[in-house]
């Protein structure tokens, strides 16, 4: 079965470090989404992407944030200078249609800014 | 505001018993309503979506539009059932929205 892929699963950074987490969708989806999770809170949505541009963003996704596609088959999601507060689990999730039904998720990467 | 509570943190049952996680959501649109299951370490995965109405791995789940809930059902606990379960509400049909969880321990 086809699966998205996360690297790393596991990134320590220092404050005020820029960190870039990668994700692999599944080859023929369109859509393209980054959720976050901080321990012990919900799983929350950041992002969504289709056609080289964000469809929509939440109030987290502020200007520290981007996402880019830069091959074809990366999906990046840059956080330019780390917060101690974006330590998190972030879940890259990719779907054929814009529909949550269609979803798969990657299995994340934890995030530890120190 | 859409939001999805789940009540329990942790909900803990021994194997052959009955489980029902509960989950009740806030939403003026026509809801569309997930429970994703994540095993110990590993991804986020689908279980059941409303509109399918089918059982997976045994467990059910029925949108009460009444009383705006969407509890996870099973007969039989079993061991493997062990692990976090989300409830997700889909917002404009693309965008979700989760619960904070609760961690199902099936107990031998």
């Known amino acids: 079965e086809p699966e998205v892929t996360q690297t790393p699963s596991h990134q320590v950074t220092q404050m005020g470090q820029e960190v870039i987490l990668r994700c692999v969708p599944i080859?023929?989806?369109?859509?393209f989404y980054w959720y976050r999770q901080i321990l012990g809170q919900k799983v929350e949505f950041l992002v969504s992407f289709y056609n080289n541009e964000i469809s929509e963003k939440s109030e987290i996704f502020d200007d520290q944030f981007s996402v880019e596609r830069p091959d074809g088959s990366n999906f990046t999601l840059k956080i330019r200078s780390t917060k101690l507060e974006d330590s998190a689990m972030y879940f890259c999730a990719s779907s054929v249609e814009d529909r949550a039904y269609g979803y798969t998720f990657g299995s994340g990467t934890r995030l530890t800014v120190v | 505001a859409q939001r999805v509570t789940q009540p329990e943190k942790l909900l803990s049952v021994f194997k052959g018993a009955p489980v029902e996680l509960k989950c009740n959501y806030s939403y003026s649109g026509s809801p569309e309503l997930f429970w994703y299951v994540q095993y110990s370490r590993q991804r986020l995965q689908l279980l059941l979506r409303?509109?399918s109405r089918e059982s997976i791995k045994g467990f059910t789940a029925d949108l009460n539009k009444g009383e705006t809930s969407f509890h996870l059902k099973k007969p039989f606990a079993q061991e493997e059932d062990s692990a976090m379960y989300y409830c997700a509400l889909s917002v404009y049909g693309n965008k979700l929205v989760f619960g904070a969880g609760t961690i199902l321990r099936v107990k031998s």
């Open positions: 409303h509109i």
């Open positions: 080859s023929n989806h369109l859509y």
